[in-house]
């Protein structure tokens, strides 16, 4: 489907629309504790799956961050901060903010059509220190809902605006300053390309870069396939490692540029949050298999 325009005030540019957003108003401190709260209420089930990943990735803005908060990001795929902590970082901040937490939160919890009671939870008590009112909570909820409903339903471009749209002002109506919570338009964005998945393209892809994404990358890619090759390891968790590969092997342009230059890359951290989450599964046979591979196309050392 094309990207669907939203109906923002014709007379500001987009370069004025995130100059006045949340993202360029607040500080590093707040956005660490904005993200972590993220990732804290994404892992509140036990773990972030690669929906819920994927739209944390395309939601991070780093342009203010120094290396140490973007490395702080980094650890946060896999070991997500206190989401107490982070709110309490962020009760006295701007309203917009707040706004901006709660309506990313829960459609980052929803990124996988279902919510799960700990993440509803992590969501309540995010909404009570946050006094975010339930009026606005519930227009949240909805939108979330419409815009699944929108991506399901038909891939009519007039329609989908019309539909779209209309949800937006919904969420105006209820006091949420769309334009200014997420400028970038990461959860209106119907443009993706969708990517299917199988063991040729995995391999394709793989032989093609390895030298170019690094013996990390292509390591943990490995032992993720091997890992769902298993048949012992569940179907929820060959999922996720599914999930996984099939962002790894999407084109260049269908992957968020979050952390370009600073030594992590969206395929390292989505690799990774996938191996904390099938961790269990990830046995000695698996390990030596990817270590077999790396040996024949990397050598010993």
């Keep these: 489907m094309p990207n669907v325009p939203i109906d923002l005030d014709s007379t500001m540019s987009e370069q004025d629309i995130f100059a006045k957003s ?8 707040e956005l660490l504790a904005f993200y972590g709260a993220l990732f804290a209420i994404a892992a509140a089930d036990g773990s972030i799956d690669i929906d819920e990943m994927n739209l944390l990735f395309k939601t991070i803005s780093l342009d203010k961050f120094s290396e140490a908060a973007k490395s702080q990001i980094q650890s946060y795929t896999t070991s997500p901060p206190s989401l107490d902590n ?15 937490v709660m309506y990313f939160a829960i459609n980052i919890a929803w990124a996988n059509n279902t919510l799960h009671p700990e993440e509803n939870r992590a969501i309540s008590s995010a909404q009570t220190i946050l006094a975010i009112p339930d009026t606005q909570i519930q227009a949240m ?3 979330a ?18 539909s ?3 949800a937006v002002a919904k969420l105006k109506n209820a006091g949420i300053p769309l334009d200014l919570i997420d400028p970038k338009g990461t959860t209106t964005n119907f443009g993706e390309v969708t990517i299917e998945y199988s063991d040729e393209s995995f391999w394709e892809k793989l ?7 690094g013996k990390e990358v292509v390591e943990k890619a490995l032992t993720l396939y091997y890992t769902a090759q298993n048949p012992n390891v569940p179907a929820w968790a060959k999922t996720v490692v599914v999930g996984a590969l099939t962002y790894f092997i999407s084109p260049v342009d269908a992957i968020p540029d979050i952390l370009v230059g600073v030594g992590f890359t ?4 989505v690799l990774l949050a996938a191996i904390a989450t099938v961790s269990i ?5 698996t390990k030596q298999q990817a270590k077999q591979k790396m040996s024949e196309w990397f050598g010993n050392k």
């Design 164 to 166: 779209l749209n209309s």
């Design 145 to 162: 809902e419409d815009l699944r409903a929108i991506r399901e339903a038909s891939s009519h471009k007039n329609r989908a605006t019309k």
């Design 86 to 100: 982070c709110l309490q970082t962020l009760s006295n901040s701007e309203n917009s903010l707040h706004l901006g």
């Design 266 to 269: 969206d395929d390292l951290g």
């Design 281 to 285: 599964y990830i046995n000695a046979e």
């Design 207 to 213: 032989k093609k870069f390895a030298l170019t994404a």
């Design 141 to 143: 909820q909805e939108f």
């Design 22 to 29: 949340i993202f360029a108003k607040s500080s590093e401190s």
